[in-house]
């Protein structure tokens, strides 16, 4: 808004404050608020009406919510420890978790004075790695900045970071959201070094202090910040949920939010639909799960929309997600940036990238999630559906196609996908739901793909029926056995023989007459509950082509 604008805007709203009935509320920081959202938040009718007087200036509230449709706008600043054997500046090692506290410490990342960093190689190439598979442009010049600020948990007072020469720009990632395909923009890929970690205690007299733990200062931390592009609580999920799988395709971190080796803030604000307006940003922190980041980000949009239609403003802050009470809390006012001081750090060289050492790297790079997913569905003739789930998580997709490699008779195309696709089912049903209730992962479990191609041969040769293999899939799951030695101990193997099966379905024809009529006078439901009593009668071992071809044989059906 120009100069002469604000001012003629400005005489005729105080014309149509002193004319019009006012609500009592309107303070002037409501009335500036509402002359730099005017433009955008009053349809032009309204607009014109109240600047030539003849409408009373609306209450702010109903200027915000008579026009407008809020979106929802979320960017989202990733960090992930990665897993170089030393820290990032010294030799100690990063393998921390299970140390004793401050026992993983040399001078350099206790903070001493005099002493000097070095650059852990690893480090650089995993970042320079990561942004490869990002689609960054790689710098040809990098450099390592110190970012000052007073905490406890950062011993040196600054934090080595990068600031305005980072390692990776300007790269994206899709995600999937209901079968459409969006492009997320990611601004950098940085590498830093992580914080001491701080334990909050009390006394039983009720005194508090805090205990510093070094082990973790100093190990690599790579920083992997969004565009604000993301618009809503799910596609801010399925955006981490790519970015993890990525991580771990590449083997660069764990990516274990649980455990801290993958971090997430979100910053996020609601404006009106078609606009490029912030209403006041808010940056929520302390969100450890990706269910976490889901919830805290649904209840934030919502309460920015209601304290907007209460008439009040969004006022820039952090603020925490309280996970117990399903809340975001305020932290601390972000009114006034940081000011950090960067400069660059004056112990350590820039870095120079050389191309041919780029592309020795981008040469390197496994074949990542989206390549793999479609490679799935040509290759195996998987359903989308499948081919996501199954890419989602690295070893699954290993898991599958080890299996693959093991079956027979899959240099027929028809054969290779119907089995391919048997093996999917299995790995996404049965297998993902025992690995649930067990909380373990495919890594640890005791069925290998050899034991679960077994089984499926056992089915396709029609010794195992689709019932009983559920039960010897469990059994196989918690046991570790093949599965023929299951069949024969528990007898399991399919009954196939129809003289054995007739005699069965008589048997169940004679006991169940009220299904009988009804499937006489045209109920369907009741033959396949006739066909369950006969399943059921033989421990899910009949063959449950056979016994329905019985039941209709001897209902006389078609
Ligand atoms: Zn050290």
């Given at each position: 808004?120009?100069?002469?604008?604000?001012?003629?805007?400005l005489?005729?709203?105080?014309?149509?404050?002193?004319?019009?009935?006012?609500?009592?509320?309107?303070?002037?920081?409501?009335?500036?608020?509402?002359?730099?959202?005017?433009?955008?938040?009053?349809?032009?009718?309204?607009?014109?009406?109240?600047?030539?007087?003849?409408?009373?200036?609306?209450?702010?509230?109903?200027?915000?919510?008579?026009?407008?449709e809020?979106?929802?706008?979320?960017?989202?600043?990733?960090?992930?420890?990665?897993?170089?054997?030393?820290?990032?500046?010294?030799?100690c090692?990063?393998?921390?978790a299970?140390?004793?506290p401050?026992?993983?410490?040399?001078?350099?990342?206790?903070?001493?004075?005099?002493?000097?960093?070095?650059?852990?190689?690893k480090?650089?190439?995993?970042?320079?790695?990561?942004?490869?598979?990002?689609?960054?442009?790689?710098?040809?010049?990098?450099?390592?900045?110190?970012?000052?600020?007073p905490?406890?948990?950062?011993?040196?007072?600054?934090?080595?970071?990068?600031?305005?020469?980072?390692?990776?720009?300007?790269?994206?990632?899709?995600?999937?959201?209901?079968?459409?395909?969006k492009?997320?923009?990611?601004?950098?890929?940085?590498?830093?070094?992580?914080?001491?970690?701080?334990?909050?205690?009390t006394t039983?007299?009720?005194?508090?202090?805090?205990?510093?733990?070094?082990?973790?200062?100093?190990?690599?931390?790579?920083?992997?910040?969004?565009?604000?592009?993301?618009?809503?609580?799910?596609?801010?999920?399925?955006?981490?949920?790519?970015?993890?799988?990525?991580?771990?395709?590449?083997?660069?971190?764990?990516?274990?939010?649980?455990?801290?080796?993958?971090?997430?803030d979100?910053?996020?604000?609601?404006?009106?639909?078609?606009?490029?307006e912030?209403?006041?940003?808010?940056?929520?922190?302390?969100?450890?799960?990706?269910?976490?980041?889901?919830?805290?980000?649904?209840?934030?949009?919502?309460?920015?929309r209601?304290?907007?239609?209460?008439?009040?403003?969004?006022?820039?802050?952090?603020?925490?997600?309280?996970?117990?009470?399903?809340?975001?809390?305020?932290?601390?006012?972000?009114?006034?940036?940081?000011?950090?001081?960067?400069?660059?750090e004056?112990?350590?060289?820039?870095l120079?990238?050389?191309?041919?050492?780029?592309?020795?790297?981008?040469?390197?790079?496994?074949?990542?999630?989206?390549v793999?997913?479609?490679?799935f569905?040509?290759?195996?003739?998987?359903?989308?559906?499948?081919?996501?789930?199954?890419?989602?998580?690295?070893?699954?997709?290993?898991?599958?196609?080890?299996?693959?490699?093991?079956?027979?008779?899959t240099?027929?195309?028809?054969n290779?996908?119907?089995?391919?696709?048997?093996?999917?089912?299995?790995?996404?049903?049965?297998?993902s739901?025992?690995?649930?209730?067990?909380?373990?992962?495919?890594?640890?479990?005791?069925?290998?793909?050899?034991?679960?191609v077994?089984?499926?041969d056992?089915?396709?040769?029609?010794?195992?029926?689709?019932?009983?293999?559920?039960?010897?899939?469990?059994d196989?799951?918690?046991?570790?056995?093949?599965?023929?030695?299951?069949?024969?101990?528990?007898?399991?193997?399919?009954?196939?023989?129809?003289?054995?099966?007739?005699?069965?379905a008589?048997?169940?024809?004679?006991?169940?007459?009220?299904?009988?009529?009804?499937?006489?006078?045209?109920?369907?439901?009741?033959?396949?509950?006739?066909?369950?009593?006969?399943?059921?009668?033989?421990?899910?071992r009949?063959?449950?082509?056979?016994?329905?071809?019985?039941?209709?044989?001897?209902?006389?059906?078609?």
């Amino acid at each position: 808004m120009s100069a002469t604008h604000s001012v003629i805007l400005l005489g005729v709203v105080f014309r149509a404050v002193s004319t019009g009935p006012i609500q009592p509320a309107l303070s002037f920081t409501i009335l500036e608020d509402y002359l730099s959202h005017s433009k955008v938040l009053c349809s032009q009718e309204t607009q014109r009406q109240t600047l030539e007087g003849r409408l009373p200036l609306p209450s702010y509230a109903a200027i915000l919510t008579d026009v407008v449709e809020y979106e929802t706008v979320i960017g989202l600043e990733v960090h992930a420890q990665l897993l170089t054997r030393s820290k990032m500046f010294c030799s100690c090692s990063a393998d921390y978790a299970n140390a004793p506290p401050n026992t993983y410490v040399c001078p350099i990342c206790l903070a001493m004075p005099g002493v000097l960093p070095t650059i852990n190689e690893k480090a650089v190439e995993y970042t320079v790695m990561t942004a490869l598979a990002l689609n960054c442009t790689i710098a040809e010049y990098a450099r390592f900045d110190r970012k000052n600020y007073p905490y406890p948990d950062l011993l040196k007072g600054y934090q080595i970071s990068q600031y305005d020469a980072p390692m990776g720009q300007h790269g994206w990632l899709t995600i999937d959201m209901d079968g459409t395909k969006k492009k997320l923009d990611i601004t950098r890929v940085h590498l830093e070094e992580d914080t001491a970690k701080l334990t909050h205690c009390t006394t039983p007299e009720g005194e508090t202090y805090s205990l510093v733990d070094a082990n973790r200062a100093g190990v690599p931390l790579m920083e992997i910040v969004g565009e604000p592009d993301i618009s809503s609580p799910e596609e801010a999920r399925q955006y981490l949920m790519k970015l993890r799988t990525i991580l771990q395709y590449l083997g660069v971190s764990t990516c274990n939010m649980e455990e801290g080796s993958f971090r997430c803030d979100a910053n996020i604000s609601i404006r009106p639909e078609g606009t490029t307006e912030y209403l006041g940003k808010v940056e929520v922190k302390n969100m450890n799960s990706f269910k976490a980041v889901y919830r805290a980000l649904e209840y934030e949009a919502k309460r920015q929309r209601q304290e907007l239609e209460k008439g009040g403003r969004i006022i820039q802050e952090t603020r925490g997600w309280v996970e117990e009470r399903g809340m975001t809390v305020s932290q601390r006012s972000k009114e006034y940036a940081h000011d950090y001081r960067y400069f660059p750090e004056p112990d350590l060289p820039p870095l120079v990238f050389d191309k041919t050492w780029v592309e020795e790297i981008r040469s390197r790079l496994p074949e990542l999630p989206d390549v793999r997913r479609d490679r799935f569905m040509s290759q195996y003739g998987l359903p989308t559906y499948d081919a996501n789930l199954l890419v989602d998580s690295k070893a699954m997709a290993d898991y599958f196609e080890d299996c693959i490699k093991l079956m027979t008779g899959t240099s027929n195309e028809n054969n290779l996908h119907k089995k391919a696709k048997a093996v999917s089912n299995w790995l996404l049903g049965d297998f993902s739901r025992m690995l649930n209730t067990t909380n373990a992962s495919i890594e640890e479990t005791r069925v290998t793909p050899k034991h679960l191609v077994e089984m499926l041969d056992l089915i396709d040769e029609g010794t195992l029926s689709g019932p009983a293999a559920k039960t010897v899939f469990e059994d196989m799951f918690l046991n570790g056995k093949p599965a023929s030695d299951i069949i024969a101990e528990k007898g399991l193997s399919q009954i196939s023989d129809s003289s054995e099966i007739e005699k069965i379905a008589a048997q169940i024809i004679a006991d169940n007459s009220q299904a009988v009529s009804d499937f006489q006078d045209g109920k369907q439901q009741a033959l396949a509950f006739l066909i369950g009593q006969v399943m059921k009668a033989t421990k899910g071992r009949a063959n449950p082509g056979i016994a329905k071809r019985i039941l209709l044989d001897k209902l006389g059906g078609k």
